[in-house]
C-alpha cells in the first residue's frame, strides 16, 4: 500500500509528467483526423486564435510563457493592483450612471440606488442631461459626504463642478470629506465632438482640487470615445495614454507638480464580455501609466485610478435581455482586472433611458458579484496565470507602439485633428466588420439565435449624444439595418419577407444545416419556412407555392446533395422561387448561392431583400 506523504494531497507525485512535445502529438492526431496533417508547432499553431492589434492567444500556455516580473500588490508597476489589499475590504465602488434630464425624476432614481447598493453616482449634466441649475434638486437628500459624484458635464464642465463644491458648502460637507471627479477632459470633448475647448478652466479646477479638496480629482481621461469608435483593446491603452500626456502638459504648464498632476486624474476604460482581454486590459494600463509617470520624473505618483464601464458597443437593441449575461462577464472582467470603479449600464442601454428594473439589474451584478460570489476577496485573482500574464505583457507593449506613434505624430490633439487616430480606429472596425459580417464574432440574439417574434422592447429616448467628432459604432448596426427592412416590410404588407427550407431526406441528414440556414436568414429579419417532408421534386415545389416565400434554400447532406440538389433547385425555379441556396458547398446547376460557415451573412442578407424588393 502507498503511503502519502506528510506534506498533502499529492496524489499525482507517482505519474511521470506530460511533456510539451507528447502534447504536441496528441494535437497533430487530433487534426489529422480532421484533415490537417500537420505536426510540431504547427499544429499549435493550428490552434491558436488571432486577436487585434496582432496578438495571438495559443491553445496552451506553460511556465515557458511567464512574464516579466509584476511586483506585488499596490507597488510599482501596479500590475497586480493599485493598493495593496485590492478591493479585498469593501469591493469595487459600484458607480451607477444617470442620463436623464428632469432632475426630480433623477433624484427618486439616485436615492433609490443609494439605497440599495450603489455606492457612487455619475451624472450627466448640462446639454445631455440634468441643467446645471438642476443638479441641487437632483442631489437633493443625497449624503454628500458618503457618496462620491463623478461629473460628467461635456463642454460645461466648469459650471457643473462649481455648482457641486457650492452644494458641498451649503450642505456642510468638509472639503476633505467630498469625494468624487469633477469631470473635465478638453481632449475627450474634442474626441467626441471635435470642438476645442480651453484647458485653463480644467487646470484651474485641479489646482483648487489639489490645493484644497483631497478627496476630489477634477480630471477625467475618458478612452470610451475611442472604444466606442471602434478602437481595439491596445488602441485604447494607446489613446488614453496620450490623452493622459496631454492633461500631464497643461498641468505642469500651469504651475503643478507631475506627482500633483497624476493625482487629479482618473481613467475611464470599456470592460466588454471578452473576459480575459479586459482584465490583460486593465492591468496593462495601470503598468503604462505607471512608466508614463516614471519618465515624466514623477517620484511617487502613485496608481493609476481607474473607473470601468461596461462597453456600450457590445449592447444590443434587439433581444436587450442577453445584455445581462454581457454586462455581468465584463463586470467580472473589471473586478478581476482591479478597476477601483464600476459601471454596469443596464441592459436596455441602447434603448433608451432605463427603467427601474434596468437599474435594479445593473447595480445587483456588482453586489452579487461581490457579496455573494466573494470575486473582491481575492488580491488580483487572475495573478500567476500564464495565459493572462502574458497577455497582459503583450498587449501592454501593444498599446506602447500606438501611444509612441500618437507621440511622434505631435501628441493626441494634433493626431486627433491630423485625422490620424480616426484613420486607425476606422481601419481596426473596418476588419472588425468583416469578422462581424461573417460571423466570426457571434452575437447571440442577432446574427445567432435570433427571434423575428420577439416583442421589441420600448424605452423613453435618451439625451442624444453628442457627435461631430469620432463616431460611435455598435456590433449589431449591420444586422440592424436589415432587420428595420425586414420590420417596415412587416408594417407594408402585413408579413415579413420569406425563404423556404427545401429540407431533403431523413431528419438525421438535413436538421443541422437547416437549423444553420434558418438562423442566418432569421439575422436579417426572414422568415424561414421549414417543410420537412420535401421527398422529391415534385413536393418541394407544391410546398414551395403554399410557403409564400420568394426565394429557397437547399437543406440536406452532401450524399443527398449529389443525388437531389439540381432536380429539385430545377422544381423550385419552375415553381417560381426567384434565387435558389444551397446550404454547404459545391457546385450544382440551378443553384444561384451557396451559404456555410463563414460566408459574408450581411451581404448575402442584403442582396436578398434587394431582390425580394425590401426597401
Not at 478627496?215 to 481621461?221: K, Q
Not at 467580472?332 to 439589474?361: E, K
Not at 481596426?428 to 423575428?452: D, H, N, V
Not at 410546398?543 to 433547385?569: M, N
Amino acid at each position: 500500500m502507498t503511503v502519502l506523504p506528510d506534506d498533502g494531497l499529492s496524489l499525482a507525485a507517482e505519474f511521470p509528467d506530460a511533456t510539451h512535445e507528447q502534447w504536441q502529438r496528441l494535437v497533430e492526431g487530433v487534426l489529422r483526423k480532421s484533415g490537417k496533417d500537420v505536426s510540431g508547432t504547427a499544429a499549435e499553431e493550428a490552434l491558436s486564435t488571432a486577436l487585434e492589434d496582432g496578438l495571438i492567444t495559443r491553445p496552451l500556455y506553460t511556465s515557458h510563457d511567464a512574464a516579466p516580473d509584476v511586483g506585488h500588490p499596490g507597488f510599482t508597476p501596479f500590475v497586480r493592483g493599485g493598493t495593496a489589499g485590492g478591493n479585498a475590504a469593501t469591493g469595487w465602488d459600484v458607480r451607477q450612471r444617470h442620463a436623464g434630464t428632469d432632475p426630480a425624476r433623477t433624484n427618486e432614481a439616485v436615492l433609490g440606488d443609494l439605497e440599495n447598493g450603489v455606492t457612487s453616482l455619475w451624472l450627466s449634466v448640462g446639454a445631455r442631461g440634468i441643467p446645471v441649475s438642476g443638479l441641487a434638486r437632483a442631489l437633493d437628500g443625497v449624503f454628500l459626504d458618503l457618496a462620491p459624484i463623478a461629473l460628467d458635464a461635456g463642454a460645461e464642465f466648469d459650471a457643473a463642478a462649481h455648482e457641486l463644491l457650492r452644494l458641498y458648502e451649503a450642505a456642510g460637507v468638509s472639503k476633505g470629506a467630498a469625494h468624487g471627479n469633477l469631470g473635465a477632459d478638453v481632449v475627450g470633448h474634442e474626441a467626441r465632438t471635435g470642438e476645442e475647448l480651453d484647458p485653463a478652466a480644467a487646470t484651474e479646477l485641479a489646482k483648487l482640487c489639489g490645493r484644497e479638496y483631497p478627496g476630489l480629482r477634477a480630471l477625467v481621461v475618458d478612452a470610451l470615445p475611442y472604444h466606442e469608435a471602434g478602437g481595439s483593446a491596445a488602441q485604447e491603452l494607446g489613446a488614453s495614454l496620450a490623452t493622459g500626456v496631454a492633461h500631464l502638459r497643461d498641468l505642469t504648464a500651469a504651475g503643478l507638480s507631475v506627482e500633483e498632476a497624476c493625482a487629479q486624474l482618473e481613467f475611464r476604460y470599456a470592460a466588454t464580455a471578452d473576459q480575459f482581454l479586459s482584465i490583460a486590459k486593465l492591468r496593462a494600463a495601470r503598468r503604462l501609466w505607471a512608466r508614463v509617470a516614471e519618465a515624466c520624473g514623477a517620484a511617487s505618483a502613485g496608481a493609476q485610478r481607474q473607473h470601468a464601464v461596461t462597453s456600450p458597443v457590445m449592447m444590443t437593441r434587439r433581444d436587450p435581455w442577453v445584455n445581462m449575461l454581457r454586462t455581468t462577464v465584463a463586470c467580472l472582467s473589471a473586478g478581476v482586472g482591479g478597476a477601483d470603479s464600476v459601471t454596469v449600464l443596464p441592459f436596455d442601454h441602447s434603448l433608451g433611458l432605463p427603467d427601474a428594473f434596468a437599474r435594479r439589474i445593473a447595480r445587483n451584478t456588482s453586489t452579487i458579484l461581490i457579496d455573494e460570489s466573494h470575486l473582491a476577496r481575492v488580491i488580483d485573482p487572475a495573478g500567476g496565470s500564464w495565459y493572462v500574464e502574458r497577455l497582459t505583457d503583450e498587449l501592454a507593449h501593444a498599446g506602447w507602439e500606438f501611444f509612441q506613434e500618437i507621440e511622434r505624430a505631435g501628441g493626441q490633439r494634433a493626431a486627433l485633428r491630423s485625422g490620424l487616430v480616426g484613420d486607425r480606429l476606422a481601419a481596426t472596425w473596418a476588419e472588425r466588420g468583416k469578422k462581424l459580417a461573417k460571423r466570426r464574432e457571434p452575437i447571440t440574439g442577432i446574427s445567432e439565435f435570433p427571434q423575428l417574434t420577439e416583442r421589441a422592447v420600448e424605452r423613453e429616448p435618451a439625451p442624444e449624444a453628442p457627435t461631430g467628432g469620432l463616431p460611435r459604432v455598435r456590433r449589431d448596426e449591420a444586422y440592424e439595418e436589415l432587420r428595420a427592412r425586414s420590420d417596415a416590410h412587416l408594417t407594408k404588407t402585413g408579413t415579413r419577407p420569406r425563404v423556404f427550407l427545401a429540407a431533403l431526406g431523413p431528419a438525421a441528414a438535413h436538421t443541422a444545416r437547416a437549423t444553420f440556414a434558418a438562423n442566418l436568414f432569421q439575422a436579417g429579419g426572414v422568415e424561414a419556412v421549414h417543410d420537412p417532408a420535401t421527398v422529391d421534386p415534385e413536393s418541394a415545389a407544391e410546398a414551395f407555392r403554399a410557403s409564400g416565400a420568394a426565394v429557397a434554400c437547399l437543406c440536406s447532406s452532401d450524399a443527398l446533395y449529389a443525388e437531389q440538389a439540381e432536380a429539385v433547385a430545377r422544381a423550385l425555379k419552375s415553381a417560381g422561387a426567384e434565387r435558389v441556396f444551397l446550404a454547404g458547398r459545391g457546385e450544382y446547376a440551378d443553384v444561384d448561392a451557396y451559404v456555410f460557415a463563414g460566408c459574408d451573412a450581411v451581404a448575402v442578407l442584403s442582396s436578398t431583400l434587394d431582390r425580394m424588393g425590401v426597401a
